[in-house]
């Protein structure tokens, strides 16, 4: 009976230390895991890049031409947030974004001398174009061809429908400072302005046979669906410059200054400036594009 009972008690105590043990272990394995977890976590965070940019780079497809090979490149994710530039340079300033590709250059530039960017670089550039109706009521493209200017007075005097983006976008921007160069002050029924990126703009113009501006490469990624035609272009008013611009990582510490430093690099080395210069050649028999960035 001792020996039954000395028996059981070994038995006892081998299987209590043999739990304790697997809960030892299970637990040093949930550590692990735990700190594999945080690891993974910290490292993704890295990998991405939050690039605020405009519309147009969106609307015209050359963001999905190009970024998937830096993401291949570099193992960087971009996360594109597509507003107006002056959306983008407000993301900026409150440190929501880590790089901006914008075109309002002033503008730009004061960003950066503001301390919000650490330089502006040329990437590229494309023009503005007036479009409308194709039966051209006004007979913008026979009288003003290449004079952006006589073509708004002349929407102006006509009270002819006109679409403005409304929007602080770039080409907001220069649209307001063409009616500033015609002496207008554009308000009434004939002036709607639509708040929204370039693409919804191209189709409420199309929807109300009005006029709009419109940065080319946007129009002609969509042309195929509208009843638009380029009426004025190659006024050298109408020059569209885009720039770059990594923010001040002072402004938050998640911006991913690394990660928008390779990016700018990476957009104005030789390789990724003649892939931007042959981005709609193909298509449309012409860059939508032209890369100038050094």
């Not at 009972?5 to 006892?12: G, M």
């Not at 490292?43 to 519309?55: C, H, K, Q, V």
């Not at 969106?58 to 597509?82: C, K, M, N, R, W």
């Not at 207008?184 to 302005?193: D, K, S």
Request: with cysteine; hydrophobic share 35%; proline share 3%.
């Amino acid at each position: 009976m001792k020996k039954f009972l000395s028996l059981a008690l070994c038995l006892i105590l081998m299987f209590t230390l043999l739990v304790g043990c697997n809960k030892a272990d299970t637990g040093a394995e949930d550590t692990s895991a735990e700190n594999t977890t945080e690891e993974e976590s910290q490292n993704n965070e890295s990998e991405r890049l939050i690039l605020a940019t405009t519309t147009s780079t969106q609307d015209s497809g050359l963001l999905d031409y190009i970024l998937p090979v830096f993401e291949e490149e570099t193992g960087i994710t971009v996360d594109v947030v597509a507003v107006g530039t002056g959306q983008a340079l407000e993301m900026g300033k409150n440190g929501e974004a880590d790089i901006l590709l914008v075109h309002a250059k002033e503008s730009e530039e004061e960003f950066v001398a503001e301390g919000h960017g650490l330089e502006r670089r040329d990437v590229m550039y494309n023009d503005f174009i007036l479009v409308g109706p194709k039966d051209d009521p006004l007979k913008l493209k026979e009288n003003y061809p290449n004079d952006i200017v006589g073509a708004f007075k002349a929407i102006a005097q006509n009270e002819a429908t006109f679409v403005s983006r409304g929007d602080d976008s770039g080409t907001h921007k220069k649209e307001l400072s063409l009616w500033s160069k015609a002496g207008i002050e554009p308000e009434g029924q004939w002036y709607l302005e639509a708040g929204s990126g370039m693409g919804d703009v191209l189709a409420i113009t199309n929807e109300e046979l009005a006029y709009t501006l419109s940065d080319r490469a946007t129009y002609l990624s969509m042309r195929d669906t509208l009843d638009l035609e380029i009426l004025v272009e190659g006024d050298q008013n109408l020059f569209n410059q885009y720039g770059i611009i990594p923010v001040n990582p002072e402004k938050n510490e998640k911006i991913n200054a690394e990660g928008a430093q390779k990016f700018m690099e990476w957009l104005l080395s030789d390789e990724t400036q003649e892939l931007i210069g042959t981005y709609g050649v193909e298509e449309f028999g012409q860059p939508l594009f032209v890369p100038n960035g050094k």
